[in-house]
């Protein structure tokens, strides 16, 4: 019940509401034929990714490591989201993003050997 009051007028959305309705987009709207081609990270991708790992965590130990780059710890926080999809085969991928309370959506598409982002914000 929580999750489903902030859908009151003058409440901040949060993320089970976000992963809900972009997967119900997902399953209920988007053609058969386009789904084997779009792929939408959960809303939890982006937090993991730029959220600092907690001390004593395994990945808290991997950030204190100066012979990683910040690409490198990033990549390994979130490594094991897409191990069952390739993204190089999609043509689209979805990235809902929460900053500082303010959701918005990137997504980011390949046609035709070009690729560009699509950054869409209320």
């Given at each position: 019940?929580?999750d489903?009051?902030t859908?009151n ?14 997967h119900?987009?997902?399953r209920e709207?988007?053609p058969?034929?386009?789904?084997e081609?779009v792929?939408?990270f959960s809303s ?5 990714l730029s959220t ?20 490198q710890k990033?990549?390994?926080?979130v490594?094991?989201?897409t191990k069952?999809?390739?993204?190089s085969?999609?043509q ?11 959701w918005?959506l ?8 070009k690729?560009?982002l699509?950054?869409m914000d209320?």
């Open positions: 019940i929580p489903y009051q859908l007028k003058g409440t901040f959305l949060n993320d089970v509401i976000i992963d809900f309705y972009l119900y987009l997902f709207k988007l058969t034929q386009l789904k081609n792929f939408i939890y991708f982006f937090k993991r600092q790992p907690k001390e004593g965590t395994t990945m808290g130990i991997v950030e204190r490591d100066s012979k990683l780059s910040l690409a990033r990549h390994l926080r490594q094991n989201w069952k999809t390739k993204l085969q999609q689209m991928v979805i990235f809902p993003i929460c900053n500082s309370s303010h918005f990137v997504t980011a598409v390949i046609a035709s050997n690729y560009f699509i950054v209320s």
